[in-house]
């Protein structure tokens, strides 16, 4: 259902959804919670394609992005992170938690700035359409293993 998604999405477009194209695809939904770096869905794709090339899979992901099909995140470690949309219901973003020790990157999904977007429009007049945020910390396993070595000290 979602790759039909994304199949009718590049036709809106004209474009196609050639098998290089449909492999990097694959790689992002099969991949969806691992927010893959592009060097990553290259390694992922090539499993599938061996003939793929690393500027394919660049070109693919760029046009996945400008067609929305696709988000792109800098997470700051210097790599784009990519995660496939869930289609056009997904409207509001989920939000990432960044372990700033382990580098790992997980989800929260509730929207709780309802209210907030609301009040930016009331009164600025400005319609928030969308929103990203990004939560750095300590993920669970990191603060136990600091738990760990602070007890055992």
Known sequence: MLKEWVRTRLEENSYRL???????????????????????????????????????????????????IIHRFDYGDGQSRYEIKM?????????????QKCGKIGEFHSDLLESVEKRITE???????????????????CRASSDQESNGA
């Not at 499993?47 to 992005?65: C, K, P, S």
């Open 18 to 68: 050639t098998p290089q194209r449909e492999a990097v695809v694959d790689v992002l939904i099969a991949n969806a919670e691992d927010h893959l770096s592009a060097e990553e869905v290259y390694m992922h794709t090539r499993r599938l394609h061996t003939e793929i090339g690393l500027a394919t899979v660049y070109r693919n992901l760029e046009l996945l992005e400008r067609l929305e």
């Open 123 to 141: 009164e600025t007049g400005f319609e928030v359409t969308d929103h990203c945020l990004r939560f750095f910390g300590l993920c669970s396993e």
């Open 87 to 99: 289609g056009d219901e997904d409207k509001h973003y989920h939000h990432h938690l960044i372990c």
